[in-house]
């Protein structure tokens, strides 16, 4: 698979000029949809969702200064004008989605550098919970440019009380700020702040089965990766 850059200009005065390349891979042994969500109004990627049938990737050129997030739909089915439903990660009933997906789900999140800005800032976030497996891979880069990702499957250590289940296996793993809707576990209120809002037994979980994945809201300093120069390989139920 050739993950080369495409360059789009000439560099000037230490601009970021070229587009960084994407790959999503489905390692998974089942079908997935992957959602893809653009902010600041960017160039959407993928039409916003498509199929992605097991043991398949798709490669999508972001342009300098994109920012955006990536994640796996579970269960799905559309007919032919895309309408449909999701058993997890859904955005609304539509393969080509206009907004996030629907907790608990897995999210690849990167802020691409423009201008004089040339880093990539990246991460994998079970923050707002967890469906499939994923990881984060860079490729032709300089600088840090760490593996991010969640290679344990946390559905099957998932506490009863954070379980979403479909018929009788348990699909996802809520946050506990889904569940429970507590400050604490939300950093709301009081707990607004990184000196307030701390480590939970539940966000702990989900840290010690993925190391270098977002575990709740303020676990910045070991789960946000840097690069610069990258393509970058999202792959959805990795191995290693």
């Known amino acids: 698979m050739n993950l080369s850059r495409i360059l789009i200009n000439t560099n000037i005065a230490g601009a970021r000029v070229s587009a960084t390349i994407v790959t999503l891979e489905n390692r998974c042994s089942y079908t997935i949809w992957p959602g893809t969500l653009s902010g600041s109004n960017g160039v959407v990627l993928g039409s916003g969702g498509f199929t992605l049938f097991p043991g398949t990737s798709a490669q999508f050129p972001a342009p300098p200064a994109w920012s955006g997030r990536f994640w796996a739909r579970t269960g799905c089915s559309f007919d032919a004008s895309g309408n449909g439903t999701c058993t997890t990660g859904d955005c609304g009933g539509k393969l080509h989605c206009t907004g996030g997906g629907v907790p608990p ?28 497996g994923m990881g984060i891979r860079t490729s032709g880069g300089t600088g840090d440019c760490k593996y991010a990702g969640c290679i344990t499957d946390v559905n099957r250590s998932c506490p009863r009380e ?79």
């Open 162 to 240: 954070l379980q979403v289940t479909s018929a009788g296996s348990v699909v996802a793993c809520k946050s506990a700020c889904a569940a429970f809707s507590r400050p604490e576990y939300c950093c709301t209120g009081d707990h607004s702040v990184p000196e307030t809002c701390l480590p939970t037994h539940y966000s702990q979980m989900f840290k010690e089965a993925c190391p270098t994945a977002y575990s709740y809201a303020y676990d910045d300093a070991s789960s946000t990766f840097t690069c610069t120069g990258a393509d970058y390989l999202i792959t959805f139920c990795p191995t290693a």
């Open 105 to 132: 789900v897995t999210l690849a999140e990167f802020t691409i550098g423009g201008g004089t800005n040339t880093m990539d800032f990246y991460d994998v976030s079970l923050v707002d919970g967890y469906n499939v």
